[in-house]
């Protein structure tokens, strides 16, 4: 599957734009969209120059092909589009080792249908040993995805 524009934009609204290199949340290099490195696997140092909008939604689109890969790898249950659209937002966010080893896709691989993998969507809503608002929001955001 392929992530739909409502995916493309939870992320975009949550990641927000930013044309110039600035530390994440955890202090990790970060550009556009949330990107934390190029497509080319280059990761983003404070030190590049800083990109336009169009050339952000371009290297996401080029990213999500790689998350896209990471869900599609784990998931062994048909999902719908919201549901996939969720998921790929969680792994974009979070990473492709953290969906693989989680409880949340354990679950949706047993059951799609399960109302209690919105309690696992909110499992992870902290950075650095910290519950932030922001993720608890696109947590909430993703889990109502996932049930739309």
């Known amino acids: 599957m392929k992530t739909g524009q409502k995916g493309i934009d939870l992320i975009k609204s949550f990641e927000g734009f930013r044309s110039a290199p600035y530390l994440d949340a955890v202090n990790v290099p970060t550009i556009g969209y949330g990107a934390t490195h190029y ?18 939604e371009a290297l996401l689109k080029s990213m999500l092909e790689q ?12 999902v719908n589009q919201n549901q996939f659209n969720a998921l790929v937002s ?23 249908c399960d109302t209690s993998i919105r309690n696992e ?28």
């Open 39 to 56: 497509g080319n696997g280059i990761k983003v140092k404070m030190s590049d120059k800083a990109i336009t909008e169009k050339e952000a």
């Open 67 to 78: 998350y896209e890969g990471y869900v599609n790898k784990v998931l062994k249950r048909e």
């Open 90 to 112: 969680f792994t974009y966010n979070l990473g492709g080792g953290a969906l693989a080893k989680s409880t949340l896709i354990k679950k949706v691989n047993l059951n799609p």
């Open 121 to 148: 969507f909110m499992k992870w809503v902290k950075a650095g040993g910290k519950t932030l608002r922001g993720l608890v929001r696109r947590r909430e955001a993703e889990a109502n995805l996932y049930y739309e």
